[in-house]
């Protein structure tokens, strides 16, 4: 897994802080990350990691790859955890919540240079986050997580205008709608997350869902998969209730 780790699979993590080691110079993190998947030269490797930085964007490369951590910004930070990522040029890059703590405008530079990265490299990305704006733009297939599990998981647009899990109709109703009266308030999502130590035994969501019958404290759903074919759901109600019910709440109604 070393071997795969940091070369054909890459991540980004959520805080660029934590992630560079403060005691060292960002361009010898980067070095090292070059020589443990290359056997390359330690002056080929910093070339390298100058022509890392240069690709994400960071201005002066080649003064600013001998800075430390904290001599950047929390933008630059997360540039340079995304050189990290790309030193080897992997098949697949994980993100993991790359634009927390960085203001609207950051965060929409970097959603923006990981997206040029993606085309140019030709690589697949991961993202993963809750913030459903950024789902909504950059995203092409979404998978909703609840409790550990994978409840629905579709395209882009199926998850945004059919979705057919309870949990995904509460994440959607908790933002604001442009459609909507503007002091409509919001519906947040009854209840408290789960322990995953010991989850809920049936379908997961049950003690938060305003639809569970009682079958479905016992039975645990199943990933299946719903109209269209590529659009998959974990819950017990059965797809023509699940339909209906959404199409209630998305018409601003509340269905019991």
Request: with cysteine; aromatic share 4%.
């Amino acid at each position: 897994m070393r071997k795969i780790r940091g070369d054909d699979i890459a991540m980004i993590f959520q805080d660029p802080l934590s992630s560079l080691h403060p005691f060292y110079r960002v361009g010898r993190q980067l070095v090292e990350t070059v020589r443990t998947h290359q056997k390359v030269s330690k002056a080929a490797a910093r070339d390298r990691a100058v022509e890392l930085l240069d690709l994400v964007g960071i201005p002066n490369p080649h003064e600013r790859v001998d800075n430390y951590p904290h001599e950047f910004s929390g933008g630059m930070r997360q540039r340079a955890m995304i050189a990290m990522a790309l030193a080897n040029e992997p098949k697949l890059l994980i993100a993991d919540e790359p634009t927390t703590a960085l203001d609207v405008t950051v965060q929409a530079q970097i959603l923006e240079l990981i997206e040029r990265l993606r085309r140019e490299l030709g690589m697949a990305v991961v993202l993963i986050t809750h913030d459903l704006g950024v789902v909504a733009e950059v995203s092409d297939h979404v998978s909703v997580m609840y409790a550990g599990q994978v409840v629905e998981s579709a395209d882009k647009e199926t998850i945004f205008r059919a979705p057919e899990h309870p949990y995904t109709w509460g994440l959607l109703r908790s933002i604001p709608r442009l459609d909507r009266p503007r002091g409509e308030e919001l519906v947040p999502v009854a209840g408290r997350p789960p322990s995953l130590i010991a989850p809920p035994a049936g379908c997961r969501f049950h003690p938060r869902c305003p639809y569970v019958l009682p079958a479905h404290t016992r039975v645990e759903p199943k990933l299946e998969l719903a109209a269209g074919g590529h659009h998959e759901v974990r819950c017990l109600l059965t797809p023509p209730t699940r339909q209906n019910l959404w199409r209630e709440l998305d018409a601003g109604g509340d269905p019991k």
